[in-house]
């Protein structure tokens, strides 16, 4: 069996312990916050989905995509398609454009666009398909490891993971990791942990758990699945210090929230890097708007502070606002992300 630390390119510092994911955000999780992530502990990143067809058009966009910088490492590029030949040239063009630690292919994706065209989750409906796909990435990348994200199924009355990720096993896949849902529950509806367990009993490579860990508490309940690793999203994107609380808690030790300004710096940070990596603040900005919405969930007197924010466009507006809310909320109580979310 491969360990984690041959997937992921490099050892792990404590590879006794489970691998934390940043899950792949198609429009969230660019260079500049899976660094962030990173640094709060995040431990393998992803890019956002990226078409193959794109990827083959050669297309300038979809090589922004793909670009990372070496502390992302270990980092992988998530590919979508539904044609093997081109999903396989695509993901050897990407191998030698950035040198990924992995290539990830995208089985879950819901949405419309991607999967009219046979892509994402659309794949979960044609197994055939599905491990034709997986076995010519696998060749097009080899050594390079692949791994999937499926989710549990397309809806209630076909939930197929434990027979997708057995033919992945098959094709050579190296890891893959499960949303507890299926394509009709959208992001709606909870995770079915129950089936993340039964593919985790039913493979041998490492399976990594992925929907509605919002707290070290769930985490730690969500490991005794028997998942090797532990993937992240909408939890992230409101607070990045999700990795380093789950961590902490997993260590058994106490773990400090981050203050209000602690978050407020945060957010101007990542504001900042936004404006220097894109060149045009108003448009960094206005890019950051629905960012800015996931970051203030659940602080205090969040209404007119998020009409602000929504309307925002300049690092000086934001300064503003900030100083104007730590002046009158420094001390104030913010729901966490597990309270927003269930
Ligand atoms: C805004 C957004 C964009 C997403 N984009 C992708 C994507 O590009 N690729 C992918 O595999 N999953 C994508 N997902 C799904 C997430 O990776 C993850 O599976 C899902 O959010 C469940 O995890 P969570 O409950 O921790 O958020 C996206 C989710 C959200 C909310």
């Not at 491969?2 to 490099?10: A, I, M």
């Not at 991607?114 to 990348?141: F, I, Q």
């Not at 602080?299 to 007119?304: E, F, I, L, V, Y």
Request: one cysteine or more.
């Amino acid at each position: 069996m491969q360990t984690l630390e041959t997937l992921s390119g490099v050892a792990f510092p404590q590879k006794e312990v489970a691998p934390l994911f940043l899950a792949p955000m198609a429009g969230v999780t660019n260079s500049v916050f899976r660094r962030i992530c990173r640094e709060k502990g995040a431990d393998i990143l992803t890019t956002e989905f990226v078409s193959a067809d794109g990827i083959m058009h050669r297309n300038a966009r979809t090589r922004g995509y793909v670009e990372f910088t070496d502390m992302e490492r270990p980092m992988g590029v998530q590919l979508f398609g539904s044609d093997p030949d081109r999903l396989g040239e695509a993901a050897r063009q990407v191998i030698d454009w950035v040198r990924p630690d992995f290539i990830d292919i995208n089985f879950g994706c819901p949405a419309n666009k991607v999967v009219c065209r046979n892509g994402g989750s659309s794949l979960l409906r044609d197994c055939p398909l599905l491990e034709r796909v997986a076995a010519a990435v696998v060749r097009a990348c080899a050594p390079l490891p692949v791994t999937a994200k499926i989710r549990i199924g397309w809806d209630d009355s076909s939930i197929n993971a434990v027979q997708t990720a057995r033919l992945l096993e098959g094709a050579g896949i190296q890891r893959v990791a499960v949303h507890g849902r299926t394509r009709a529950q959208g992001y709606s509806g909870t995770a079915n942990w129950e089936v993340i367990a039964e593919v985790a009993a039913s493979v041998k490579i490492p399976v990594i758990g992925n929907g509605d860990i919002a707290d070290g508490e769930t985490a730690v309940e969500r490991l005794k699945t028997g998942v090797s690793g532990l993937m992240i999203g909408r939890a992230a994107m409101t607070n990045p210090w999700i990795f380093t609380e789950i961590r902490s808690t997993l260590a058994g030790e106490s773990f400090q929230h981050p203050t209000m300004e602690d978050r407020w710096l945060l957010v101007r940070r990542h504001c900042g890097e936004e404006v220097v990596a894109r060149g045009d603040e108003r448009q960094s900005m206005q890019g950051m708007r629905s960012r800015l919405m996931a970051y203030t969930r659940g602080m205090p007197d969040a209404r007119p502070l998020r009409a602000s924010l929504s309307a925002i466009s300049s690092l000086m507006e934001l300064d503003d606002l900030i100083a104007k809310h730590l002046h009158e909320h420094d001390q104030d109580h913010i729901a966490s992300p597990a309270e927003i979310l269930h």
